[in-house]
C-alpha cells in the first residue's frame, strides 16, 4: 500500500519560515518526479515546486528565491524549505511523487501565515 505522509504545516507569522517534509513507502517504482502543490480557498490547486531523480528543480514565479525543494533519494523523501512566508502562502500544500507508471498524493498539510 503506497503512504505519503507529510508533515511541517502550521501557523507562522509573516515572513516566518516553516519546512514540509514528505515521506513516502510502498512505491513499487522509482520516483521520478518529486513535487510541492498548494490550494487556497477560491484559488485552483497550483504547482509550487517540483524536483526531479536528477536534481533538476522548477519554481512557480511566486515562489522563486524563497522556497527550496529538496530530495533524499535513498529515503524517498522531499522537502519544501519556506522563507519570508506571506499571507498569501496561505494553503493545504499536498506532496507529490510520480513514476512512469503512476502519480501518487499526499493528504495535505495546513499552512496559515498570519499578516
Known amino acids: 500500500q503506497v503512504q505519503l505522509v507529510e508533515s511541517g504545516g502550521g501557523l507562522v507569522q509573516s515572513g516566518g519560515s516553516l519546512r514540509l517534509s514528505c515521506a513516502a513507502s510502498g512505491i513499487r517504482f522509482a520516483i521520478n518526479e518529486m513535487g510541492w502543490y498548494r490550494h487556497a480557498p477560491g484559488r485552483q490547486r497550483e504547482l509550487v515546486a517540483c524536483?526531479?531523480?536528477?536534481?533538476?528543480?522548477n519554481y512557480a514565479d511566486s515562489a522563486k528565491g524563497r522556497f527550496t525543494i529538496s530530495r533524499e533519494n535513498a529515503g524517498n523523501t522531499v522537502y519544501l524549505q519556506m522563507n519570508s512566508l506571506k499571507p498569501e502562502d496561505t494553503a493545504v500544500y499536498y506532496c507529490n511523487m510520480r513514476t512512469w507508471a503512476s502519480d501518487h498524493w499526499g493528504q495535505g498539510t495546513q499552512v496559515t501565515v498570519s499578516s
Open positions: 524536483i526531479t531523480d536528477g536534481g533538476l528543480t
